[in-house]
């Protein structure tokens, strides 16, 4: 009698700490997809974008996409050519698949550096605060107040010859100010909480207190930051590709091809040129804030269940 009675406790602490163990991470964000449809599918779809214009230009050869043909230019969607030609004559759908690839790496790219710049330059000045965290603030907020778009149209223009690895540069140099103003104040939640002055206590030194223990309690933070602001990035490098400043165009990009919509003709008539681009870029744009913004509930669900 006493056994089961011994047993039937068991089970219930094993039942009840079950029950009070929150589920993992990973479990909270199929969790929320599931129960959003709409991030769901766009989710799918811009997996699927993903793998077309990742694994595409595999199978395209890029010289023969970018040789100027003056004798095809502008001609219309033919089974030859899918999506018609441009203006030198190339095939628009290869340069979709080309261009949809360049400008999503310069968004990852840009997004990746700037957040690894922001991390970086938050957690110290949120951590040692005083006059650190004043004297860094004091620079970001200059950085910040400076006409961003302008300086960087400014260095595009002078640099000579300039690539996708120069374009991918200036934008970093410009674009980390935000994410460190952001991990910053995350940091100083962090660094004010316990569990940290229990590891200065215990003689931890500053680098793992701030990179093995404050870092890993940043991750939900982080991967909502970078989802959007990859969107915001690849609008950037479109919309100064399109006025000109961004990507030469002999890079295929999908802000080169839709800045080759410059007048009523082409607008009106030659749809098949600009259109693929535009429709694209509203769809990825689209789908990465639904993403992001389902990752964002999971993280804040994931932090309320402790």
């Avoid at 589920?23 to 769901?40: N, T």
Wanted: glycine residues 6%; charged residues 15%.
């Amino acid at each position: 009698m006493e056994q089961n009675n011994v047993n039937t406790v068991e089970e219930t602490v094993v039942e009840e700490s079950t029950v009070s163990t929150p589920p993992a991470g990973f479990q909270v964000i199929v969790r929320e997809f599931l129960k959003d449809k709409i991030a769901l599918t766009a989710l799918i779809l811009l997996v699927l974008i993903f793998l077309v214009i990742f694994i595409g230009p595999m199978f395209i050869n890029e010289d023969t996409a970018l040789k100027v043909n003056i004798l095809g230019r502008y001609k219309a969607p033919t089974n030859a050519h899918l999506l018609g030609t441009d203006e030198s004559g190339r095939d628009v759908l290869a340069l979709l698949i080309i261009g949809a690839r360049n400008s999503v790496l310069i968004g990852f790219s840009v997004t990746i550096l700037t957040c690894i710049v922001g991390i970086f330059v938050g957690l110290i000045s949120g951590y040692y605060g005083k006059w650190v965290d004043t004297t860094i603030m004091r620079v970001v907020d200059f950085i910040m107040i400076l006409p961003t778009l302008m300086i960087i149209i400014v260095f595009v223009t002078v640099i000579p010859n300039y690539t996708m690895f120069h374009f991918v540069f200036i934008m970093t140099a410009f674009y980390w100010v935000g994410s460190a103003r952001l991990f910053r104040t995350r940091t100083l939640q962090e660094a004010s909480l316990d569990y940290v002055n229990a590891s200065k206590t215990l003689g931890s030194s500053d680098f793992r207190i701030m990179f093995r223990e404050i870092l890993p309690n940043l991750s939900s933070l982080i991967i909502v930051n970078l989802i959007l602001r990859l969107a915001g990035n690849i609008g950037i490098e479109t919309g100064l590709t399109y006025l000109g400043f961004g990507l030469p165009f002999t890079t295929p990009s999908l802000g080169t091809l839709i800045s080759a919509a410059k007048n009523a003709d082409i607008i009106e008539n030659k749809l098949w040129v600009w259109l693929p681009a535009t429709i694209l870029i509203l769809i990825m744009m689209l789908c990465i804030n639904y993403v992001g913004q389902a990752l964002q509930r999971a993280a804040d669900s994931r932090q309320r269940l402790g």
